[in-house]
């Protein structure tokens, strides 16, 4: 069966510091990936998405960046925090290879709070 | 991608049936209607998903009109534990083209004793 896996589950970084959020998918070969953040009482904003290695569209402008150095894992970046870039963070991925869907499977997420 | 509009809140009761309703006016051939449940610091989890007319699993039902202008989805006898937020996304299959997912604001469900 297919696994997400997303770490850490909770982060404070001072502002200006850097960032490595990585995840890591499971049982599935070729699966587009997406990172979303949300704030508080908010919906989800997708920030990047990926339909293959090294293949990466970002959806926001921010200080934000994101790579897939292998088919499996996506990992959201950041060289120096704001303030604003507090929020919870998701991954999830799509692409069941037995056939097309609409289903995404998110990962548990990462709560960042930038101090 | 067709862009969703449905209520911020809805506040119900147990066992009562809720019906949160979709708007897509802009729904293209090939778009599906999916919708998805999110409890507070969780993701998002696959409710269902439909092209036409009815469908129906062991969580909910998607009713979807012939225009598919709209879709309402339809919780049978709600408990405590169905209080989360419902999204209404529309969009082609993802498997195709890398197609996004991009959600709406939501629904905020409350359910009360």
């Known amino acids: 069966s297919q696994t997400i896996h997303q770490w850490p589950a909770t982060l404070v970084q001072p502002v200006g510091s850097p960032l490595s959020l990585e995840c890591t998918v499971e049982?599935?070969?070729?699966?587009?990936l997406y990172w979303y953040r949300q704030a508080a009482g908010r919906g989800l904003q997708l920030l990047f998405y990926?339909?293959?290695?090294?293949?990466i569209s970002s959806e926001v402008p921010q200080n934000l960046s994101a790579s897939r150095p292998q088919d499996r894992q996506f990992i959201l970046s950041s060289k120096k925090l704001l303030l604003s870039d507090s929020g919870f963070y998701l991954c999830?991925?799509?692409?069941?290879?037995?056939?097309?869907?609409?289903?995404?499977?998110f990962g548990q997420g990462t709560r960042l709070t930038v101090v | 991608l067709a862009k969703t509009t449905q209520p911020i809140s809805m506040d119900s009761y147990e066992g009562q049936e809720v019906n949160i309703t979709c708007s897509h006016n802009?729904?293209?051939?090939?778009?599906?209607i999916t919708w998805y449940q999110q409890f507070p610091s969780q993701g998002p989890r696959f409710i269902i998903q439909?092209?036409?007319t009815k469908v129906t699993n062991e969580v909910a039902s998607l009713f979807i009109p012939a225009d598919r202008k709209s879709s309402t989805l339809s919780l049978p006898r709600v408990s405590l534990s169905d209080t989360a937020v419902y999204y209404c996304?529309?969009?082609?299959?993802?498997?195709?083209?890398?197609?996004?997912?991009?959600f709406g604001g939501g629904t905020r469900v409350l359910v009360k004793p």
């Open positions: 999830a991925w799509s692409g069941e290879g037995e056939g097309d869907s609409t289903e995404a499977f």
């Open positions: 049982g599935t070969s070729n699966p587009n």
């Open positions: 990926s339909v293959g290695i090294g293949q």
């Open positions: 802009n729904i293209a051939t090939n778009d599906y």
């Open positions: 439909g092209y036409k």
């Open positions: 996304l529309v969009g082609g299959l993802i498997k195709a083209a890398g197609n996004k997912l991009t």
